[in-house]
Nanobody, 124 residues
Framework: QVQLVESGGGLVQAGGSLRLSCAAS????????MGWFRQAPGKEREFVSG????????YYADSVKGRFTISRDNAKNTVYLQMNSLKPEDTAVYYC?????????????????WGQGTQVTVSS
């Protein structure tokens, strides 16, 4: 199974940017669809963005469209989430997930492996 380690979280002011990275090991990364989810205190985990195994298809939650960009580098076994124009409501723990089905869709049940999460805090 693939192991996932997120990095890049932190504290940023509203309007600022962060880039999250998720490094994968132990599996054939290029065959996995990848997704980013987030969970704020007291709320359910929600889909943020996903990318299919080739990188040819990407998906976004309405709340982040136009501000976040997902990408992957299969040579580096890494998926990225570039987050711009951050808002306080983006504050959450962000999780990377891998799907053997390869789609990278918005259903958390598609995903087989999860990282430990990285905290993103956006101050107003």
């Amino acid at each position: 199974q693939v192991q996932l380690v997120e990095s890049g979280g932190g504290l940023v002011q509203a309007g600022g940017s962060l880039r999250l990275s998720c490094a994968a090991s132990g599996g054939t990364f290029s065959r996995y669809g990848m997704g980013w989810f987030r969970q704020a205190p007291g709320k359910e985990r929600e889909f943020v963005s996903g990318i299919n195994w080739t990188g040819s298809s990407t998906y976004y939650a309405d709340s982040v469209k136009g501000r976040f960009t997902i990408s992957r580098d299969n040579a580096k076994n890494t998926v990225y989430l570039q987050m711009n124009s951050l808002k306080p409501e983006d504050t959450a723990v962000y999780y990377c997930a891998a799907s053997r089905r390869g789609y990278g869709g918005n259903n958390y049940q598609e995903y087989d492996n999860w990282g430990q999460g990285t905290q993103v805090t956006v101050s107003s």
